[in-house]
């Protein structure tokens, strides 16, 4: 796999009640600026959205932001944000960021965030891309999400290959380490993070 230079952040359009969450969302925008890598997020300036475009911003990095025209009517967009991306709907945005995108990272949400990430896991499974995905489980707010996934494995609704098109990381370092390593989306056999 090419290196990553993009990394799409889904995240929520709140803080939350743990200034952990703030804090993580910073820290991955000052790293994705310092490492040269261009942010790819919903184009918000509200939530965790902000904090982490804030965060790459203020340390020199780019970002691009992908935001539906309604919502850019309500004045949500980053005002900050030079190369916007003004389109037509909520799918066209999820297709924009994906294509922009050389690897994918979930931060803490809502609904929103659970539906980005569900659907970017289900391209891979399909193998409409080959693009690695990581769950960052601040303070173990995925651990249900997580444990989820494994029900619908031990249930049958999954194969065991599904578990792995996610890579699940306690901290930004693992992050970090782990797009240093990224290969794809794995095969029958293979993990998604394996080096090549």
Same mark, same amino acid.
């Given at each position: 796999? *090419?290196e990553?230079?993009s990394?799409c /952040? #889904?995240? =929520?359009?709140?803080? %939350?009640?743990?200034?952990?969450y703030?804090?993580?969302?910073?820290?991955?925008g000052?790293?994705l *600026?310092?490492?040269?890598r261009t942010? /790819? #997020?919903? =184009?918000g300036h509200i %939530?965790?959205?902000?904090?982490?475009?804030?965060?790459?911003?203020?340390?020199?990095?780019?970002?691009?932001g992908?935001i539906?025209?309604s919502?850019?009517?309500?004045?949500?967009?980053h005002?900050?944000v030079?190369?916007?991306?003004i389109v037509?709907?909520m799918?066209?945005?999820k297709a924009?960021m994906?294509?922009?995108?050389?690897a994918f990272?979930?931060?803490?949400g809502?609904?929103?965030?659970?539906?980005e990430?569900c659907?970017?896991?289900t391209?891979?499974?399909?193998?409409?891309?080959?693009?690695?995905v990581?769950l960052l489980n601040v303070?173990?707010?995925?651990?249900?999400l997580?444990?989820m996934?494994?029900?619908?494995i031990?249930?049958?609704?999954?194969?065991?290959n599904?578990?792995k098109?996610?890579?699940?990381?306690?901290s930004?370092?693992?992050?970090?380490?782990l797009l240093e390593?990224?290969t794809?989306v794995p095969?029958?056999?293979?993990?998604?993070?394996?080096k090549t």
């Amino acid at each position: 796999m *090419a290196e990553i230079k993009s990394v799409c /952040v #889904f995240c =929520g359009s709140r803080t %939350g009640r743990n200034p952990l969450y703030s804090s993580t969302a910073a820290e991955l925008g000052k790293r994705l *600026a310092k490492s040269g890598r261009t942010l /790819v #997020f919903g =184009g918000g300036h509200i %939530g965790l959205m902000g904090v982490v475009a804030n965060a790459t911003l203020e340390h020199g990095g780019s970002v691009i932001g992908v935001i539906p025209e309604s919502l850019q009517q309500k004045e949500l967009a980053h005002p900050g944000v030079q190369d916007m991306r003004i389109v037509d709907s909520m799918h066209t945005r999820k297709a924009m960021m994906a294509e922009e995108a050389d690897a994918f990272i979930a931060l803490p949400g809502g609904l929103g965030t659970f539906e980005e990430l569900c659907e970017i896991l289900t391209w891979a499974q399909l193998g409409f891309h080959r693009k690695p995905v990581a769950l960052l489980n601040v303070n173990g707010y995925y651990d249900h999400l997580i444990q989820m996934i494994d029900h619908g494995i031990s249930e049958g609704f999954m194969s065991d290959n599904h578990r792995k098109l996610v890579a699940v990381v306690e901290s930004i370092d693992e992050f970090f380490t782990l797009l240093e390593n990224a290969t794809s989306v794995p095969s029958d056999d293979e993990s998604l993070w394996e080096k090549t």
